[in-house]
């Protein structure tokens, strides 16, 4: 079943990036008061000159996406809801704290960093996510606390002049996305350095990748320090 989802999925991606190539220039995020529905399509490209100041998910002046790329980003909003924990590893951990309720405010802000962010990606995609955020509070470049980082203006599109949007707190995503940022808070499950504060999807290049050094790349995210 996942096999057939996720091929189902790849080749929804490759009809959008052509119908993309062909009518020109990177899916952009959404431009209206509700949040994207899959926040990974996202023009990561435009920032300030200062790297404190560097937004992950800043629009920029974006025109309209076509109807084929947004569909393909419905279609994966959907996929999401039906990507199962790995067997052993991350997947059971995830799987052994997924919830639905937050036990804090500052947990319920990184939970919605994970969901809007990257609800589409693999565990270690989300995970990675959620490091960046804790990164961020922890480097005394950002806000001190997780919510501060979140709702730091012109840092992520999904956050609307400073109001996280309501998740779908009944879908699995969200429970994943809780379960992720417990395993992120506790610190015993890293994938990045504590000086990865950035990322950026890997369908555009920002002119800031080039003078930060690339860490890795996990699912569609590259991430740097």
């Known amino acids: 079943m996942i ?6 999925a790849f080749a929804v991606a490759a009809f959008a990036f052509a119908a993309s190539a062909l009518w020109g220039g990177p899916v952009q995020a959404w431009e209206g008061d509700v949040a994207p529905l899959a926040s990974h399509y996202l023009d990561h490209a435009a920032a300030p000159a200062a790297l404190s100041d560097l937004g992950l998910n800043e629009d920029g002046a974006a025109p309209s996406a076509s109807a084929s790329v947004q569909a393909f980003s419905d279609h994966m909003a959907a996929v999401a809801d039906f990507i199962l924990p790995e067997a052993g590893g991350l997947g059971a951990l995830v799987a052994s ?25 693999p565990l270690e995609g989300q995970l990675a996510v959620a490091e960046v955020v804790l990164n961020r509070a922890a480097s005394g470049r950002y806000p001190a606390t ?22 779908d707190r009944a879908s699995e995503a969200w429970r994943r996305a809780v379960a992720i940022s417990r395993i992120a808070a506790q610190r015993e499950t890293r994938l990045l350095p504590a000086n990865v504060l950035w990322y950026h999807a890997n369908y555009v290049s920002p002119g800031w990748g080039r003078r930060l050094e690339r860490n890795t790349r996990i699912g569609l995210h590259i991430f740097y320090s």
């Not at 096999?3 to 189902?8: E, Q």
């Not at 937050?102 to 809007?116: I, K």
């Not at 997780?146 to 998740?167: D, E, H, L, N, T």
């Open 3 to 8: 096999n057939t989802v996720r091929a189902a």
């Open 97 to 121: 704290y997924a919830a639905i309720e937050t036990r804090s405010a500052e947990e319920d802000c990184l939970a919605n960093a994970v969901y809007f962010e990257a609800r589409g990606e």
């Open 146 to 167: 997780i919510c501060g980082v979140v709702v730091q203006p012109a840092q992520f599109s999904f956050v609307r002049r400073g109001i996280i949007p309501r998740a």
